[in-house]
């Protein structure tokens, strides 16, 4: 029941404490899962005293049982080994401090680890988190490659004197946690976390050496493979050897067999790299040497064309065509000129001839009455009418003096 206080009415220390005693009281006992990372076993002393951590967050609980509890698996549970316990939560009131009663622990074997990584592996695939489509290239030459590696271990040593070999001015941001054991998970997701958000980082290479299965378990957990999904940097896994196949490697962008592959796969080698430009330089002199030669040769060749060499000897053949076709028009057009001139004397002959102007000049004379009109006949005329006669050199009048009817 909700407890009802206020400045003026609060209850005492020990009355909360009782409280939540009693609530925790009425909470039965539970299944719980995690990794011992403190065993005390004192001698003589009936109860031994754990303290129970979950790997994937910085969250520990205090566990106790009985000797004869822990006896049992005293053989094959040590710090750092997986239990599961059977316990009841206990509130010690005088100290205010929360911890598990113990009536049953049972080590996680590797069998079933490996049955829960499965059975893992196959929610996060439904989820589409290792879906090739995910995959993002790695960066050609990055300029600052961050590294997550356990401090001063071989890893890092081999990432990094691999990669400044291939490409010594490579650079790294490297950040030494904690690889294996309890700590591991949130150390590493921090990392991850912190490396994705610096603005410079351009790949992020997660690195550990070889280890037995329970070693490299923190790198199938599911809080780190949902920290590497999310992201935004490609993430590069290089645990362990060629063998050891975590849950990381298949969410990461890019697998590494080992971390010595990692620095290769990560940066591109100088020497290869010359050499690849070496080869492209002679390839594209090769390319543009043939290309000159082509348009040389063309060149040459169109050069070598009479059109070219003697460019007005066409010229000169047309000119004499030309001057063919003009005489021969000249030819053509004097003998036209001839014809009509000679049709022309002959038409104007025969004008001339037929002319009145001839007639006048052989002897004849035109009489035309007054108005101008010719006399064709005799009895157009009257006596005394006055007569106009043109002959072929002038004209004169002349009168009727007397008009004979015969």
């Not at 925790?24 to 001698?43: F, H, K, M, N």
């Not at 754990?50 to 710090?79: G, H, K, M, N, Q």
């Not at 005489?327 to 003998?335: I, K």
Request: proline share 6%; charged share 25%; with cysteine.
């Amino acid at each position: 029941m909700a407890v009802h206080t206020s400045p003026d009415t609060p209850i005492p220390v020990g009355e909360v404490s009782r409280l939540i005693g009693g609530w925790i009281d009425r909470l039965g006992a539970v299944w719980v899962e995690g990794q011992i990372t403190q065993l005390s076993r004192r001698p003589g002393a009936g109860v031994v005293f754990l303290t129970l951590r979950d790997p994937s967050y910085d969250i520990s609980l205090s566990v106790t049982c009985f000797r004869s509890v822990f006896d049992r698996v005293a053989d094959v549970v040590s710090e750092g080994a997986r239990v599961v316990v059977h316990a009841k939560p206990e509130w010690y009131a005088p100290r205010g401090q929360l911890s598990l009663r113990a009536v049953e622990i049972r080590p996680v074997g590797v069998g079933e680890l490996l049955a829960r990584l499965e059975q893992l592996k196959k929610s996060l695939a439904a989820e589409g988190l290792f879906d090739a489509e995910r995959k993002r290239p790695l960066p050609f030459l990055p300029q600052l490659v961050g590294l997550v590696c356990g401090r001063a271990s071989a890893a890092e040593r081999d990432v990094l004197e691999n990669a400044r070999l291939r490409w010594p001015a490579v650079r790294f941001e490297v950040r030494n946690v904690a690889v294996q054991g309890v700590h591991a998970v949130p150390r590493v997701v921090e990392a991850v976390r912190e490396l994705d958000a610096h603005p410079e980082v351009d790949v992020i290479v997660v690195a550990r050496g070889g280890g037995s299965v329970e070693d490299l378990l923190p790198f199938s957990d599911e809080q780190l493979v949902r920290t590497v999904a999310a992201c935004r940097t490609p993430v590069v896994s290089a645990i362990g050897h060629e063998p050891d196949s975590p849950l990381l490697d298949l969410v990461a962008d890019l697998r590494a067999s080992t971390p010595t592959d990692a620095a290769k796969k990560v940066v591109p080698d100088v020497g290869e790299e010359l050499s690849r430009i070496q080869q492209l330089r002679e390839r594209a002199l090769r390319s543009v040497t043939g290309f000159l030669d082509r348009e040389e040769r063309g060149l040459s060749a169109a050069l070598a064309r009479p059109s070219i060499q003697r460019p007005h000897r066409m010229v000169d053949e047309r000119a004499d065509q030309v001057a063919a076709l003009l005489d021969r028009g000249r030819r053509t057009l004097g003998h036209l000129l001839d014809r009509a001139d000679s049709e022309l004397a002959h038409t104007h002959a025969r004008v001339v001839a037929l002319s009145p102007a001839a007639t006048l000049r052989r002897g004849y004379a035109v009489l035309q009455h007054a108005d101008g009109s010719v006399v064709r006949t005799a009895d157009e005329v009257t006596a005394e009418e006055p007569l106009r006669a043109r002959v072929a050199e002038g004209e004169f009048t002349v009168r009727v003096a007397d008009r004979d009817p015969a």
